[in-house]
């Protein structure tokens, strides 16, 4: 993860935020005082994070999320051909 100065980031926002986007990786925004630094992420991320953040706070998903990995590490998935709305027929 990049760290960047603020003056350098203020200077270059665009850059970054571009940076951030196409790279899928956080920046780092110092300031003088460490409680001031702030991490920017692209929407993108932001909202998988919180997607996955919820999903984990559900007890019940969760564990049918377990239930299915142990289903399928005991050889007992089955395995179907993807449909697309793609397909010529």
């Known amino acids: 993860m ?3 100065s603020y003056s350098n980031f ?3 926002l665009k850059t970054y ?4 986007n196409e790279d899928a990786e956080p920046i780092i925004v110092t300031a003088r005082d460490k409680e001031d630094n702030v991490v ?4 993108h991320d932001y909202d998988s994070l ?12 969760m564990a049918k999320i377990r239930r299915g ?3 399928f590490a005991a050889g ?7 449909l697309t709305d793609f397909d010529d027929d």
């Open 2 to 4: 990049d760290a960047v």
């Open 10 to 12: 203020r200077q270059h």
């Open 17 to 20: 935020m571009q940076q951030v």
């Open 40 to 43: 920017v992420i692209s929407q």
């Open 50 to 61: 919180q997607e996955t953040m919820h999903i984990m706070s559900n007890p019940e998903l």
């Open 69 to 71: 990995d142990e289903q």
């Open 76 to 82: 007992k998935a089955i395995t179907h051909e993807l």
